[in-house]
């Protein structure tokens, strides 16, 4: 069983690298020239090796030497290398079967920045893998990003990158990276591929993490794009805003005060309406056909808490005070449940593990949500599990973990980002509030 998958595996890496197609090609070609000379020696011998009889009987035995070595040389291209060593190692931790057998190695392939490896077993299911993956990590000395069915039952696929070769480094944006595509926001590149979000799909993000895990410069990567691609940003910071340098305040709107942060969203909610009743004269569904049947250009709004605690947390306050936390809750709670079809997004962040800030009527309406560095409770608050402290290591900066499981390192930006984008000409009133009237 286990040499009909290798010679599966084989088959499948000869299709995928053409080239591979000469190895039994050419030992044929050796074998034949050699059954052609040996065929000819018989006749020169004395009989009975001259007769007819002895003639078939060495070309059966040539002709079976070519099936059997075909099939060996397809079987050892099927075999990974590390096959016999990443064996003797589970054996040695004792992930076995009841049989005392090992998993096999089917394959192993190069797949960007990682590995993907084909593991058969009849008698190890995929909740062993997962249960024992820290054991296997450590065994094999790879980090394990998925585990997944594989072709069948018997077969899983691991994701792996190698134990000593993590994503550590910082990655600067460039704005190559940029998407063209109609508000598709690029975070970073996970170990298979660049991570990204399309907002007007999936309309708003939650993004966690601990105390210098990065999530604050991954939240200015995701205001930045949106800048780029022409939204208008409303960044509610109720830290005075010393995060964002003197570039952002003239290229977005910091909101530093929670009345100011209600006049705010008060206007957002009747820009909502407002919208409703343009998309409804012109029978289209969203923000993006209604500008492509118009001709208009309605820019989308990002709404962004850089600590959604800092602007939710009714501890210590007085009733007035908690009244007014109340209502802004609301508010936010009805652009998440409403403003994907108007082109009205929230991208929130926070990094205190407190269930309460993060209330059900607003983390239900947040489809998309990825977590840095962080404890047990707050991965549970931000990803429903405790995965992003599993995976995500006291050392990792600017590794974050997606609600879909997807592990990636974000893009790396200086606050000079934003130099050389045309300052909004339509930015007006005071206290740096927008208009956001179209």
Same mark, same amino acid.
Request: hydrophobic share 40%; with cysteine.
């Given at each position: ?10 088959v ?25 000379w ?7 011998l004395?009989h ?20 059997i070595?075909v099939?060996?040389? @397809?079987? #050892? $291209?099927?075999y990974?290398?590390? +096959?016999? =060593?990443? %064996?003797r190692? !589970? ?32 008698? @190890?299911? #995929? $909740?062993?893998?997962?249960?024992? +993956?820290? =054991?296997? %990590?450590?065994? !094999? ?19 792996t990158?190698p ?11 460039d ?34 993490g ?8 991954l ?7 949106s ?7 409303f ?22 005060e ?5 006049k ?8 909502i309406?407002?919208?409703?009743n ?10 993006a ?10 820019p989308?709004?990002?709404?962004a ?77 931000i ?11 006291p050392?990792?900066q600017g590794?974050?973990?997606?609600n ?30 927008t208009?956001?009237?179209?």
């Open positions: 069983m286990k040499n009909r998958e290798r010679m599966r595996a084989g499948q890496r000869m299709r995928r690298n053409k080239k591979l197609f000469l190895i039994p090609v050419i030992y044929l070609i050796i074998l034949g020239t050699f059954t052609y040996g065929k000819g020696k018989l006749l020169t004395q009975p090796f001259s007769s007819e009889f002895f003639g078939w009987i060495f070309i059966i035995l040539m002709a079976e030497l070519a099936l070595g099939l060996g040389i @397809i079987t #050892l $291209i099927g990974p290398r590390e +096959a016999k =060593e990443y %064996e190692q !589970l054996l040695k931790i004792g992930f076995i079967d009841k049989t005392g057998s090992a998993p096999v190695l089917i394959s192993k392939m190069k797949e960007k920045n990682g590995y993907v490896m084909d593991f058969f077993s009849e008698g @190890i299911p #995929l $909740i062993e893998y997962r249960k024992h +993956a820290e =054991e296997i %990590e450590t065994a !094999l000395n790879i980090k394990i990003i998925s585990v997944e069915f594989g072709k069948d039952m018997r077969h899983v696929v691991l994701k990158i134990g000593s070769n993590e994503k550590k480094g910082m990655i600067r944006w704005d190559k990276y940029l998407s063209d595509k109609d508000f598709e926001l690029v975070l970073g590149e996970s170990y298979f591929g660049m991570e990204s979000i399309d907002i007007s799909g999936t309309p708003h993000i939650l993004i966690g601990g105390t210098g895990s990065g999530k604050t410069k939240l200015k990567l995701v205001l930045m794009e800048i780029k691609k022409g939204a208008k940003v960044i509610a910071d109720f830290k005075g805003g010393i995060d964002y340098p003197k570039v952002w305040h003239e290229r977005c709107s910091i909101i530093t929670a009345a100011q942060f209600e705010q969203l008060d206007e957002i909610l009747a820009l309406e407002k919208r409703r343009l998309l409804y004269e012109a029978q289209t569904p969203n923000i056909d209604y500008n492509e049947k118009t001709g208009e250009n309605l989308r709004i990002i709404v808490c850089d600590e959604l605690a800092e602007v939710l947390d009714k501890t210590g306050l007085e009733k007035d005070e908690k009244a007014l936390v109340g209502r802004i809750e609301s508010k936010l709670s009805t652009i998440a449940r409403q403003g994907r079809a108007y082109g009205i997004h929230l991208v929130l962040a926070t990094q205190r593990p407190d269930a309460d800030v993060l209330k059900g009527q607003i983390k239900n309406n947040l489809p998309f949500r990825v977590c840095g560095r962080a404890d047990k409770v707050l991965s549970q608050i990803l429903d599990s405790s995965e992003a402290a599993e995976k995500i290591t050392q990792d590794i974050f973990l997606t879909t499981g997807v592990l990636f390192k974000a893009y790396y930006i200086e606050d000079d980002c934003l130099e050389g984008v045309n300052a909004d000409d339509r930015k007006a009133g005071t206290e740096g509030q208009n956001t009237n179209d």
